[in-house]
């Protein structure tokens, strides 16, 4: 249910806040398992896209790891209850801190991003004594046809290690006595709505995999990162993404050999569709080129994604109804990419009158900041209210 059902409710609280449909993330979590577990694979939550403590534990709850970006993240998913064997420390620069707290914690896996990375993480697991597991990340080279801010396994780019130079990744793994190579990682972006580039980024694995093999690397897994993509034009028409076609696309095309486990780190399918950013209009006006302008509470301290990314998202009325016209919705910050929308349809607003920006809960409130000193957004539960 979208945040227009409880709107007597949401009508009475301070604005700005993010709205979560706390049934809807439970329905997308258990459907996102169940698809999953069809083919025996894992899933574990990308915790950068939502933090919010609900979000997590009800992630943790549907019996998901956790994929992490940072030390901070790592504490947060062990404090959050999650099994130190159940954590992935993912991210293209940890620090040496970083990696000392979770060498401590005995996390599942790193998952490494070049091969610095993988002498820095042996010598400090020989300082503390332990053996580090790791997986590869390798960068295919793969375009995901998404928006370039959030494309990153394409050659050009900072993440991950080369295909280039897969067999001096192998040679220098064996001088590297504390380390365990056990998986290998991929994430080629974000938003990913064409299950043919799934198809192709699936082939382009089966054949890494291959050369690892013929070198005599057979790992236990294979991890697949996250990158499906939500409808952000119609979020009613697709509340829950279509994890049926993205598994069975993955089934159909990734050969692990018998004993390969396939892990998946899915962020924004799981949490987007849940949350909205609910905001009030504070001054409606025209501007001079004639163009109808709406004022509102919320602005890209809160929701960053129209500003950096160009991204729409929907935006609707709770409080008003009849024949609409195109608004410009902009935020309260002192910067002239605080808009959401130029051209949002929208009845006729006045003062007080409430908007839910949908689409909201993944790299919404995880993305927040204080810029202008601005307060962050609260999170507002369907189950509370
Ligand atoms: N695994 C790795 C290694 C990643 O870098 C990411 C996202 C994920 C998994 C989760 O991807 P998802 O399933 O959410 O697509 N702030 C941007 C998105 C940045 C994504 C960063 N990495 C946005 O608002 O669109």
Redesign the pocket.
């Known amino acids: 249910m979208s945040a227009r059902q409880y709107v007597s409710q949401l009508t009475k609280l301070e604005t700005p806040y993010y709205f979560y449909d706390m049934q809807l993330l439970h329905d997308t979590l258990t459907r996102a398992v169940s698809e999953a577990s069809k083919y025996g694979y894992k899933i574990h939550y990308?915790l950068?896209?939502n933090f919010d403590p609900r979000i997590v534990s009800a992630a943790l709850q549907a019996g998901l790891g956790v994929?992490c970006?940072s030390g901070n993240e790592v504490r947060t998913a062990i404090e959050s209850g999650c099994p130190a064997s159940k954590i992935v420390f993912?991210g293209v620069a940890k620090s040496d801190r970083e990696i000392r707290y979770a060498l401590g914690q005995n996390i599942f896996a790193f998952?490494c991003e070049s091969l610095q990375e993988l002498q820095v993480i042996n010598a400090l697991a020989a300082e503390m004594g332990r053996t580090a597991q790791v997986a590869l990340?390798i960068n295919p080279d793969v375009d995901p046809h998404t928006?370039q801010?959030?494309s990153?396994g394409h050659a050009d780019s900072k993440?991950g290690i080369s295909y280039t130079e897969i067999d001096e990744a192998i040679r220098t793994l064996h001088t590297l006595p504390n380390l365990q190579i056990v998986g290998l990682?991929f994430?080629i972006?974000?938003?990913?709505r064409q299950m043919e580039v799934f198809e192709n980024f699936c082939l382009k694995v089966n054949t890494i995999k291959q050369w690892f093999a013929d070198q005599g690397v057979e790992v236990q897994y294979l991890n697949l990162?996250?990158?499906?993509?939500v409808d952000y034009e119609d979020p009613d028409v697709e509340p829950i993404p279509d994890f049926a076609s993205y598994f069975g696309t993955i089934h159909r095309t990734l050969k692990p050999a018998p004993h390969q486990q396939v892990l998946f780190?899915?962020?924004?399918?799981?949490v987007a569709q849940c949350g909205e950013l609910i905001t009030r209009v504070l001054y409606t006006k025209k501007n001079a080129s004639g163009r109808d302008v709406a004022l509102v509470d919320a602005g890209m301290t809160d929701l960053i994604?129209p500003a950096?990314?160009q991204?729409h998202h929907k935006i609707e009325c709770l409080t008003a109804q009849g024949s609409e016209c195109s608004y410009m919705v902009g935020g309260p910050v002192c910067e002239s990419s605080d808009i959401f929308d130029k051209t949002a349809m929208l009845p006729k607003l006045k003062r007080g009158d409430l908007l839910a920006i949908r689409t909201a809960g993944?790299?919404g409130s995880a993305?927040a900041s204080r810029y202008n000193l601005r307060d962050l957004p609260r999170s507002v539960y369907s189950d509370e209210l």
Not at 189 to 192: C, K, L, N, T, V
Not at 225 to 229: F, H, K, P, Q, R
């Open positions: 990308a950068k896209a994929d970006v993912a998952n990340r928006h801010n959030i990153t993440f990682h994430h972006g974000s938003q990913i990162g996250g990158g499906l993509g780190e899915l962020g924004r399918s799981l994604r950096l990314y991204a993944a790299y993305m």
